[in-house]
């Protein structure tokens, strides 16, 4: 028997495979409600175009905008610069610098004590 409470919701659009929260290499399932119904204001729009980025903001502007004259528009940034900052490998990088440092510093400090050693044995 299946339950009639709720919550509901409206699905809008599914998606088979995508990226949606952080840069990995397998594909996530991912469904779509209407923005009414899980309202966040961090949203981003991304587009694939075969023409400069530059040259599409204009007309994405003023379409978005006969769509709906209140919605906020900022940071238009192409997809290689968002992918430099925290929405994309940021992170990643940080880490892999982090375990290079540490990785350094595992071969180093031995390095330098097996030196002290031979040294005290002369």
Do not use: H, K, W
């Not at 119904?37 to 905008?65: A, C, G, K």
């Not at 209140?70 to 940021?90: A, K, W, Y």
């Not at 990643?92 to 350094?104: K, M, P």
Request: charged content about 15%; proline content about 9%.
């Amino acid at each position: 028997m299946q339950n009639a409470a709720g919550p509901f919701v409206e699905v809008v659009g599914v998606a088979g495979d995508g990226q949606y929260f952080f840069q990995s290499r397998e594909p996530q399932p991912y469904f779509y409600v209407p923005l009414d119904q899980n309202y966040s204001s961090f949203r981003s729009l991304l587009l694939r175009s075969s023409v400069p980025p530059e040259s599409l903001i204009s007309p994405i502007q003023d379409e978005l905008r006969q769509l709906e004259p209140n919605l906020p528009i900022f940071d238009i940034r192409p997809s290689e610069q968002v992918l430099r900052g925290i929405e994309g490998f940021l992170l990643f990088r940080l880490t892999a610098s982090l375990a290079a440092i540490i990785g350094a510093l595992g071969l180093v400090l031995p390095v330098i004590a097996v030196y002290m050693a031979s040294c005290r044995l002369q």
